[in-house]
């Protein structure tokens, strides 16, 4: 039993430490085994950033090396303005990505002879956003306290709070977690300690394009 190693021929990256634990833990309640050396399981790389996961000969190295490549990025405000700067990356290269993301995530052949390239935007696909709004959508349908969560983060807002309206779920959402049992636990270990559920459409969605990328 061992974990993915960073030599493995199948990889993903992610911008972040949250990204990545997200990632795993999500896989892991959904059965996935990390530790099962039987199998090629891909090592996931931290970009530090989506400048550097989006840098042109990062992904163009990447592309030449690994017979199984992901990327995971947030959209941010605008979906469109990363799809079309990893879309023009990829046609530098001979790669066609579609006009626009897809639901389900993208699948397209890779550079190497039978390898395959997959591409998630974060939350899903469709809205701007991040992994704290992939993750908000496994907060337990009807919670009272997270609607106290978005309510209390709103009204700091309005009385001066620092934090940027952009911010404002992953402020809630930070918040929600600090009124747990476990208070303030990472997004990777509240999914773990089913603080979390991980059965959302987006999560599902996301759960069955990672085993399409790398099966």
């Excluded at 620092?162 to 992953?170: A, E, G, I, P």
């Excluded at 773990?192 to 099966?215: G, I, Y």
Aim: overall charge neutral.
């Amino acid at each position: 039993m061992s974990k993915p190693d960073p030599s493995s021929p199948y990889q993903m990256i992610v911008e972040g430490p949250d990204d990545k634990h997200t990632i795993i833990h999500l896989l892991k309640r959904h059965g996935y085994n990390w530790e099962d050396s039987t199998t090629t399981r891909p090592y996931i790389h931290e970009a530090k950033g989506v400048a550097r996961l989006l840098h042109k000969p990062s992904i163009t190295s990447a592309l030449k090396s690994y017979r199984r490549l992901a990327l995971v990025f947030d959209a941010d405000g605008v979906l469109a303005n990363r799809w079309h700067q990893l879309k023009d990356i990829l046609e530098g290269e001979g790669l066609s990505l579609p006009a626009t993301p897809e639901p389900d995530g993208a699948i397209l052949p890779g550079l190497l002879p039978e390898s395959r390239l997959g591409v998630w935007v974060m939350p899903d696909n469709a809205q701007p956003g991040r992994i704290e709004e992939f993750v908000e959508k496994l907060v337990p349908p009807n919670d009272g306290i997270w609607a106290h969560a978005r309510k209390t983060t709103a009204e700091a807002l309005s009385q001066g709070a620092r934090l940027r309206q952009q911010d404002h779920v992953k402020g809630a959402l930070y918040a929600w977690l600090a009124w747990q049992e476990d208070p303030g636990v990472r997004l990777g270990i509240a999914l773990t300690n089913q603080v979390l559920r991980h059965d959302s459409p987006e999560a599902q969605r996301f759960v069955a394009w990672f085993h399409r990328c790398f099966s």
